[in-house]
C-alpha cells in the first residue's frame, strides 16, 4: 500500500473539517460530517497516504444530551481535557479579527494506521491569555453561538489554519481538501500568499486560476438552507477592507452574502458531492460547477463489532488490510453470520440494561433508528399509524425499537422530533417497547449499528446527501430498510442488501406512499422472513456484508480521492482528453 500511495502522488493533502471524530473520548463532533472526517483520515493513514487534518479544539466539545421523562432536550458543556489526550505544539500564529491580532495555538492528535504511517491532525486553540476573553471563546463550541461567532470560527478555521500549517512547516502541502464550505476561507489565505510574494495590487485571473489549482471541495449539503452566508457588513467588520475588497472583485458576494458553498466552488480544481444522487442534487443547485460524486464510505475496522472482526479474521483474514476482500464474506457458513449478530446483539443489549435498566428481548425483531435529530430525518414516520404497528408487532412477531440522536440546541424542529418519538413510544406501552437512549455517540453508535435486527432511515428524499450509518450496520451484517435517498440508491438491492421504503421515482418523497411501504415491507416481507425463515433472513444479513461492506467503506473511498482528486497533474485538467477505456483496449496488443 505504501508503494502505492507513493506512486500515486507523493505531495501532502491537508485535510480542513470544522469537526472531527477521532476518538470516542474526543467530543469535537456533531454527526455524520466529523465522523466522515475521522474515518477519512484514519482510512488515509491505513493506505501511508500523506496527509494531515486541521479542525478547531472545541474545548467544550458540541455538547452533553439530557432527555426528560417527556423527551425534552437539555445541554450542558461537555468539557472535556486536551492536556490529557493531545499533544500541544510550541508554534503559534494569528489572524486578524477586527483588526485584533488573534493568537492561534494548535495541539496535535496522530491517528496510526495499521502498518504505523501517522498522520496528524491539528486542533486549533484561541485559548491563550494574549488573546481577548472573547476571542478566548472562538475554539469552544462546535456550531454554537450566533452567525457572526460562526464566522470568526470560519476565519480560524481556513485563515488560521492555513497560516499554522505554514507555521508548523507543512510547506510540502499540495493539495487542500475543504471537507464543506466551513473552511472555504482558506482560498483567501492562498490568494494573499500570491498577493504576498507577486506584490499584486488586484487578484488576476492567473490568480484565481493558481488557487484553484491546488483546492479541492467536498459539498454535503443539498438543500440551500443548510449553506453557512454571512452578510457583507459582518464580513467587512471581522475581516477588514480589503480582503472583502477582494473578495467582492472576484463575485463571492451572492445577494450581498458570501456564500461559503460558493467561495469554494470558485475556488476548487474538483468538486464532489458525497453519494451519486448527491451529485444530481448538487448538479441541480450549482449548475455552472463540474461536479461528480466519491460515495461516502466508513472505516472498516472502527465500526467492526468484535464477535465480526472474529469472524472475518478466521475466514478472510486480508480484510481488514484490504476491505475488498469482504466481498468473500458471501462464503461465510449461515450459522457463523449468525452466532456473531447474536454476540453483538447481546453487547447492545447488556449496554441498553446497563444504561437505562430495561431488559429487552435477545429474541425478538430489533430496530436501531439513531442519528442527528434534525427534522428531515423524520425519526418519527414509523409512527405515522400506531394502531397499524401494533397489530404487526401482536399478529406477525413481537418489535423493539431503540433510537439515539442529539437535536442541535437551537433546533426546536430537531427537538420536537424526540418529543414524539417519546409520545409514540408511551402510547405503544408495552405493546412495541420504545427506547431512547441519551448521548447518542461515537461509541453508542458502535454497538447500535452492530446490534440491531434491521436498520432504519426515513429521510424526506432528497435531504439525505448520503447517510452513512447503514453502512457501518451492512459491515455487521444489518440489513437496512430505507427510503431510496443518498447511499441507499446505490447500495439498495431488494432482499439481498436490505429493503427500500417506497420507490426510487422521483427525487421527492411521497409520505402517504412511502408510511404504506414501511409497514407492508414490515408485515408481509421483513418480519415473516425473520420470524419464520430465519435461513433467510441470514443470507441478507451475509450478502449486506459481501456487497455493500466491501464497497461502502473509507479505503474504497480514500482510493477514488486519490485517483480522482488528489492528483495534481491528471492530464484532462491540463486540457487533454483522457484515453477511454475502449481506445485503452485497442492499443493493449500494440503495445504487447
Ligand atoms: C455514523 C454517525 C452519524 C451519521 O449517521 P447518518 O446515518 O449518516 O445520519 C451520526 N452520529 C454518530 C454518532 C455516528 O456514529
New binding site residues.
Partial sequence: MTELSEILFNQTVAYFSMEV?VNPAIPT?S??LG?LAGDSLRAAADLSIPMVGISLLHRKGYFRQHLDAWGNQSESPAVWSPEDLLHPLPNRASVSIEGRDVQIRAWRYLIRGLSGHAIPIYFLDTALPENSPWDQTLTDNLYGGDDHYRFCQEVILGLGGYAMLREIGCAEVYTYHMNEGHSALLSLALLEERHRTNGLKQVTVADREAVRQRCVFTTHTPVPAGIDKFPYYMVRGVLGEEPTAVLNSIECFYEGSLNMTNLALLFSRYINGVSMRHEEISRGMFPNYPISSITNG?HALTWTSQPFQQLFDRHIPQWCRDNLYLRYAISIPLDEIKEAHAQSKQRLLAEVQKRTGVALSPQAMTMGF???AAEY?RADLLFSDLERLKRIASQVGPIQIIYG?KAHPRDEGGKEAIRRVFQAAAALGDAVPVLYLEE???A???HL?AGVDLWL?TPLKPD?A?????M?ASLNGVPSLSVLDGWWVEGHVEGFTGWSVGNAWGSESDPSKEIASLYDKLEYVILPMFYERPQAYAEVMRSSIALNGSFYNAQRMMFQYMENAYQAEKPERAGYAAPTCALAQEEAPLAG
Avoid: F, H, I, P
Fill in positions: 471524530a463532533y454527526g455524520g465522523m466508513v439513531a442519528r442527528r430525518k440522536g447518542y455517540d461515537m453508542l453508535a458502535k449499528c432511515n439525505e448520503s447517510g452513512t450509518s447503514g457501518k
